[in-house]
């Protein structure tokens, strides 16, 4: 059973920055396409960003040039840095790993594990 673990939610103001982390249980970062999705109150789990085994990486438009991902295969770690926060991305993030090969985006229900999540709060 794989098991993801997020770790880096916090609450910062407007302009800051966060880095979100996930472990991982096995070595699934080489056999997986990995990403992150986020979920703000009342509203729809959404894709944000996703990371091939070949580390080609895939942004939504909301946040790209903003958010940086990239995981470590040796260390079974998944990283999303993200610079410039807005209050609109204010929301719970999880980790994912879907295992149809990467996209130009992830879709829920091809996600196979999923994470807790981590809140991440930004204040204007």
């Known amino acids: 059973q794989v098991q993801l673990v997020e770790s880096g939610g916090g609450s910062v103001q407007a302009g800051g920055s966060l880095r979100l982390s996930c472990a991982a249980s096995t070595d699934i970062y080489r056999r997986y396409c990995m990403g992150w999705f986020r979920q703000a109150p009342g509203k729809e789990r959404e894709w944000v960003a996703g990371?091939?085994?070949?580390?080609?990486?895939y942004y939504a438009v909301s946040v790209k040039g903003r958010f940086t991902i990239s995981q470590d295969n040796a260390k079974k770690m998944l990283f999303l840095q993200m610079n410039s926060l807005k209050p609109e991305d204010t929301a719970m993030y999880y980790c994912?790993?879907?295992?149809?090969?990467?996209?130009?985006?992830?879709?829920?229900?091809?996600?196979?594990?999923w994470g807790q999540g981590t809140q991440v709060a930004v204040s204007s």
């Open positions: 994912a790993a879907d295992p149809t090969p990467c996209l130009a985006t992830m879709k829920l229900a091809d996600v196979a594990y």
């Open positions: 990371i091939s085994s070949g580390l080609t990486a």
